[in-house]
């Protein structure tokens, strides 16, 4: 158990429709990413938060947002989904800001578009 | 851009066999690399991880990689396969971005599998 919580760990929804995808980081730590996992694409970073602020981004859609709460539980939000969007999404979780530290992965949230 | 490549996208061993995953990067600085291993209907555990305090590094369950600047390589090993390593591995490279954030970037992954 890496001690990152996603939930739902599975999710079924209609193209058009609006999902959102919760993550619980690690105690203690403040970085939190977010990552899409696709047969086509691989491992795709998304978006990265720091202590309630975005600190970075990747590959992540227009129709995609996210945020980080001061409690530190991020939120991605997905939306006018597409067939393509399903995919695996995971949160990680990290202390710092820092290439040195290594992230922690949840289990992920499959995410079925129909 | 940083990046890495895995040779190999299926590696198949007997149990009890030296297992070799080969991982290559690209960076123009001093790369971090980890490796990462992906069961089934899991998420990422981290085996391992290079930031340059020594060369050999060793992890968990038996692994360890051994970084060779010569070479570009991140290789990953294990001395003798056990059924439970059974997984697909990701190597994957860490870099800053602008603003002051980090991301690792995944090679496409090696699928492990281990046979009696």
């Known amino acids: 158990d890496s001690g990152v919580t996603q939930t739902p760990k599975h999710l079924i929804t209609a193209t058009g429709q609006r999902v959102t995808l919760r993550c619980s980081p690690r105690s203690g730590d403040l970085s939190v990413y977010w990552y899409q996992q696709s047969l086509d694409q691989g491992l795709q970073f998304l978006i990265q938060?720091?202590?309630?602020?975005?600190?970075a981004k990747g590959n992540i859609l227009e129709r995609f947002s996210a945020q980080q709460f001061p409690d530190l539980h991020s939120e991605l939000n997905l939306s006018s989904l597409e067939l393509g969007d399903s995919a695996l999404y995971f949160c990680?979780?990290?202390?710092?800001?820092?290439?040195?530290?290594?992230?922690?992965f949840g289990q992920g949230t499959r995410l079925t578009v129909v | 851009a940083q990046s890495v490549t895995q040779l190999g996208s299926h590696v198949s061993v007997s149990e009890g066999a030296l297992v070799l995953l080969r991982c290559n990067y690209s960076?123009?600085?001093?790369?971090?690399l980890f490796w990462y291993v992906q069961y089934p209907n899991q998420g990422l555990q981290l085996l391992l991880k290079?930031?340059?305090?020594?060369?050999l590094v060793k992890g968990i369950n038996g692994f360890e990689a051994e970084f060779k600047k010569s070479e570009t390589s991140f290789h990953l090993t294990k001395p003798s396969a056990h059924m439970s390593d059974a997984a697909e591995y990701f190597c994957?490279?860490?870099?800053?971005?602008?603003?002051?954030?980090?991301?690792?970037?995944f090679g496409t992954g090696t699928q492990l599998k281990v046979e009696l």
């Open positions: 994957a490279v860490s870099e800053i971005l602008t603003g002051g954030g980090n991301k690792l970037t």
């Open positions: 290079y930031t340059s305090a020594a060369t």
């Open positions: 938060y720091y202590n309630g602020e975005e600190r």
């Open positions: 960076s123009s600085v001093p790369p971090y």
């Open positions: 990680a979780s990290s202390v710092e800001a820092s290439r040195f530290t290594e992230a922690f």
